[in-house]
């Protein structure tokens, strides 16, 4: 019984019967330069993509179209972001949602390592809910001028899908990026 045991211990170890698997922790130990310009690449395609959904789904909930952008302002520039006739906290807002749109971006591709879009779109959505739980949920709420609003986080869930989602594109801009069909 014991050596029966051992054999299933080692038939479970060896990968030798699994003939597509990938080594995640090799993938993600591999320097990648041209993915990683295609992940920042994506990433500033779907933060843009994003950027445009939240100022229409502002709009149709009846806020200003820009507060998304000004939104994104509101940890550098304090209260002040909002004010209706700041232009500066549309350029910041839109800068400090792009950067980390391209940071995140560099992650997602680093930690994906594939192009095939049925895998992309399921790590996307993945890459969304996690987004709202941890960064809209958890760690913006951590900025004083930001909790002070007291915005219900639901609202930023579809959002946060799209971001995810659009970082499909990853597999795009890395054929892209290698001159690949």
Known sequence: MT??????????HSMDHIDDDRDIVAMWLKWDPKR????ALAGLFAGLLTAAFAMAF?????ADPLF??????LPILGEQALRFDNSLAIVV?????ETLCLVLGVVYAHFTGIN???????AG???GTFSWIFISCLFVQAF???????LPKQVFFPVNLVFGLALASTGFFDRLVRGKN
């Open 144 to 150: 004083r001028d930001i909790a002070a609003l007291e």
């Open 36 to 39: 990683l310009i295609a992940g």
């Open 125 to 127: 959505l993945m890459w």
């Open 68 to 73: 998304p952008i000004k939104f994104a302002a």
């Open 3 to 12: 050596s029966n045991a051992s054999q299933n211990t080692q038939d479970l």
């Open 116 to 122: 095939a879009l049925p895998a992309l779109l399921g």
């Open 58 to 62: 502002a709009k149709i909930l009846g």
């Open 93 to 97: 807002g839109l800068a400090t949602h």
